[in-house]
């Protein structure tokens, strides 16, 4: 290296440029970092130099990692570590001030790389607000929305820009989040972009004039229009509101958005999937609907539209809804109404403790009188519920009850715990006049659950345990601590590992009780004791009083089958695939450094996880070490060779932006379970964990669901794209190889992989049989003439085939329920097609045709294919 040598005055800043240049273009950046080095040494006014070489280095307005400002930068800073005397405060006031109007003008000239550097190295926070503004605002009309939002925050400029120049053009690019980081912790801007989002969910607001009219500059593309749908704006709205604590007063249009989906979704539950009895409906219909009048109109439109004239009527006259707001059939039915009928009431008949024969062969009950059931509302109650539980060696089982809240707030406050013995069951009801609050009930709750020696049986206790520090906010100030807890959901879930691990046959993957409709704990009484349990009052109005028999019926046999599911798998674990000690699954809620320190050894082994069977019923094999770093995105190097996916290795789930990403790598055999419109974002990152996939998603989710899963187990995608590129990107991140072998080896619709093969003769039977062919219809091909043996397709040996025995005779349905799908198979396609392959789990029909070499020369580029595939 040729050394640097000064004269009397220093070394001339450009000299040291036109240096590191030199060395930068020869890419000799070791040689470039002892070159600055000394070179920094050498300067007369090293703050000032700095400056100038920043302002004259190559290509320092693109901002990208590799040019030679980022090196110099990063060259300077760490020169200035080794000599803290060179500060700007060493120097005269003017001439500081004036090194800082230059680090200003080099920040606000788009150089983002540079932004935290000078602000630090040159103090630029110190400077007055209203001159940072006017360097900042600079940007807006180069449309450096990013820019300009980052330089606010890290210049507390936030108060003196316009939070909507700023914020609705990063809304539209797809980056709320930024805009968020710019309000928060401020909180009148935290307000303002909670209600600006809210008056862009009233139905009269139009993205394209207040785009014309205010913003005129912005170009909308589909991608920016899905960004401010109002399912979309409300789920932000939602969640903003939560983060910021805004009362919901101040977002009026969001939560008239979020009822009227919960009152069409209510009119789902009752007249179509018909799941929720008619008092339940009627209770949570009326605490939806409110005095809301826009609601209570649509709500009589909607029971004219899904059931009888008369029960609108009723409804108009209880809200007493003017009658040129009504239907005209409606306000005629009201005429022709009884007094008996206008003033008739959804109330529930008078029932009986003892649910009908039919109802106890169906579902569990707990062996239990109504004598047995005792209500705990007031302190002397309490004291008797106490001395009963809080003794040495106690089971009891606990659950809880709140009010379903559909989405219209985040906070959901216990109603009812149920607390059950196997002769007492108490209802703690938290509703009662001053109960819930009194000292001496929050002691209780204290007391009971941090008793390490009474056995407390739950199913999903966070979810309870999140409730109670809703109901209790002391319990968040001093957490509660819970000793002696064993949520059997953990328990179900070694169970199901245990089920799939015993398999003798059939696939790797199973999914455990995957044709039962029962889930979760109904699914786990269902399978221990027999019988499942009736969900039919689990969406109750939970604080309305006084509960209905049915309500305490269902309250008490929810808490008291976690005492006969635990005294089953207590009496014979073994059977179960559980250890002899069952307690070995108990809990203690962990606080402050225990969980930090969870956390940490979480990062450091995050397989820890998924080798726990956390999640669920989805198991899938280990995977290799080799495996693991692929799906962490590691591509094979030199000196770590590694064979490329298989595509049955990879296993991811789609958000519902990618829905069109996912059918490309189903086509391709990857095993993808794709979201619908409808599901949260918080899906995928349950999905994940559960079943140990990647996620694929793009936007704004991507921050949030990345910190919820393990390293390299979510990938952004570019949503500009189209859904084939995006889909050789994500087999080339994950070093996935498809053959020819794996095209359509998973179903489309789906994406099961077992299929059964159907010769023409039995479809032609089939379809005869369900009236899609004309019983005269006569087989082009003899029967004596068909091959004996079906020549299975090229993804024959990807696939698990299914024996034909096992479909139902009569109804063509598989044992899962799906019935083939007869209607898609063209009577016309009849003679062509020898051969037909049926999904065993949802029924759809294929067959060979056009569609594979489309698919093989889409992407051929990213596939593996031999001489013999080629042929």
């Known amino acids: 290296m040729n ?31 002892l070159a600055a080095q000394e070179g920094f040494s050498e300067l007369n006014d090293p703050l000032e130099a700095f400056l ?13 990692a590799h040019t030679l400002g980022v090196h110099i930068v990063k060259e300077f800073q760490s020169w200035l570590k080794k000599h803290p005397q060179v500060t700007l405060t060493s120097l005269p006031e003017h001439h500081a001030t ?24 040159y103090q630029l926070t110190t400077l007055d607000p209203a001159t940072l503004r006017l ?66 969910c009233h139905p009269n607001f139009s993205v394209k004039d207040m785009i014309s009219k205010r913003f005129p500059h912005l170009s909308l593309s589909k991608r920016s229009l899905a960004q401010i749908q109002p399912k979309m704006l409300t789920k932000h709205v939602f969640r903003l509101a939560e ?69 609108a009527a009723r409804w108009s006259l209880r809200y007493n809804l003017p009658r040129h707001r009504l239907p005209f059939v409606v306000w005629k039915t009201q005429q022709s109404l009884s007094p008996e009928q206008q003033h008739a009431t959804n109330s529930a008949h008078s029932e009986e403790w003892m649910p009908s024969e039919a109802h106890c062969q169906k579902f569990y009950q707990a062996p239990l009188s109504k004598e047995k059931v005792q209500y705990v509302d007031t302190l002397e109650a309490l004291q008797s519920c106490s001395d009963a539980l809080l003794k040495k060696g106690s089971v009891v089982g606990v659950d809880m009850e709140w009010q379903p809240n559909f989405g219209c707030s985040s906070a959901q406050q216990v109603a009812l715990i149920q607390l059950a013995t196997f002769d007492t069951v108490f209802l703690l009801d938290l509703c009662a006049n001053g109960f819930c609050q009194h000292p001496e009930t929050t002691a209780f709750i204290r007391s009971f659950f941090s008793e390490q020696n009474v056995l407390k049986l739950g199913y999903g206790m966070t979810g309870d345990l999140k409730c109670l520090k809703s109901t209790w906010p002391q319990f968040v100030v001093e957490p509660l601590k819970t000793e002696g807890l064993l949520d059997l959901l953990n328990v179900h879930r070694k169970i199901q590992c245990a089920n799939v691990n015993s398999a003798q ?60 599911v635990y005294s089953v798998l207590s009496g014979n674990p073994a059977n179960f695939g559980l250890p002899s000690d069952l307690r070995s699954f108990t809990q203690t809620e962990k606080n402050g450094d225990a969980k930090q320190k969870d956390k940490k050894n979480k990062k450091m082994n995050p397989t820890s996880s998924k080798e726990e069977c956390q999640g669920a019923q989805w198991v899938s094999p280990p995977c290799s070490d080799t495996e693991k770093g692929l799906l962490c995105g590691k591509e094979p190097t030199e000196d770590s060779p590694a064979a490329p996916l298989a595509p049955q290795q990879l296993r991811v789930v789609c958000d519902n932006m990618l829905q069109g990403l996912g059918r490309y790598l189903r086509c391709l055999g990857v095993d993808v379970v794709i979201l619908e419109n409808d599901d949260d974002h918080r899906v995928a990152a349950k999905l994940a964990q559960a079943e140990y996939r990647v996620i694929l998603t793009c936007g704004q989710p991507y921050q949030t669901l990345r910190s919820q899963v393990g390293e390299g187990r979510c990938l952004s995608l570019d949503c500009s794209k189209k859904a084939r590129e995006q889909a050789i ?66 993804y024959g040996p990807q696939c698990k085939w299914a024996s034909l025995s096992d479909l139902n005779p009569v109804t063509l349905s598989f044992p899962g329920g799906a019935p083939i799908q007869l209607h898609t198979v063209p009577p016309t396609l009849v003679p062509r097609v020898p051969h037909y392959f049926v999904c065993t789990r949802c029924g759809k029909v294929f067959w060979e045709g056009s569609h594979f070499g489309r698919v093989l020369s889409m992407f051929k580029g990213v596939m593996h294919i031999t001489d013999e595939d080629a042929q």
């Open 505 to 564: 046959c059939g696939p790797k993957e199973v999914l455990v009780g995957e044709d039962s409709a029962e889930k979760g704990l109904s699914l786990l009484v269902q399978q221990v004791l027999g019988k499942a349990l009736d969900k039919t009052e689990q969406m109750s109005d939970w604080k309305k009083r006084p509960l209905r028999i049915s309500q305490i019926r269902y309250a008490v046999t929810d808490a008291y089958c976690l005492l006969d």
């Open 729 to 794: 990107r994500v087999l080339r991140h994950f070093n996935v190889r498809p053959t020819p072998c794996d095209i359509f080896s998973r179903c489309q619709a789906c994406n099961s992989d077992q299929y059964v093969a159907l010769p023409r003769q039995d479809m032609i039977r089939m379809l005869k049989q369900k009236g899609f062919l004309q019983a005269t219809y006569t087989s082009p091909t003899p029967p004596e003439e068909e091959p004996l043996y079906l020549e299975l397709p090229r």
């Open 135 to 200: 360097h900042v605002i600079k940007l807006l009309p180069l449309k450096c929305y990013k820019e300009t939002a980052v330089l606010g925050i890290k210049l507390n400029l936030q108060n003196e820009l316009n939070l909507e120049e700023v914020c609705v053009p990063l809304i539209f690019q797809d980056k709320l989040s930024l805009a968020e980081a710019f309000v928060t912790g401020h909180v009148h801007l935290e307000q303002q972009l909670v209600s600006l989002l809210d008056s862009w």
């Open 3 to 33: 050394h640097l040598t000064p004269d009397s005055k220093g070394l001339d800043p450009a000299v040291l440029r036109e240096q590191l240049f030199k060395l930068w273009r020869s890419n000799d950046l070791q040689t470039l970092h």
């Open 243 to 311: 983060k910021f604590k805004i009362d919901q007063g101040q977002f009026p249009n969001a939560m008239h958005k979020r009822r009227q989906d919960t009152l069409r979704f209510l009119m789902f539950k009752r007249f179509v999937n018909k799941s929720m009895t008619e008092e339940n409906w009627s209770d949570h219909v009326q605490t939806v609907v409110a005095d809301d009048r826009e609601l209570q109109i649509q709500l009589v439109e909607m029971l004219l539209k899904y059931c009888d004239l008369e029960k």
């Open 52 to 64: 100038t070489i920043l302002e004259c280095a190559p290509s320092k307005q693109k901002a990208r």
């Open 98 to 121: 004036a090194l800082k109007h230059r680090a200003l003008a080099l920040l606000t000239d788009n150089q983002t790389s540079f932004v935290e550097a000078l602000i630090n190295i």
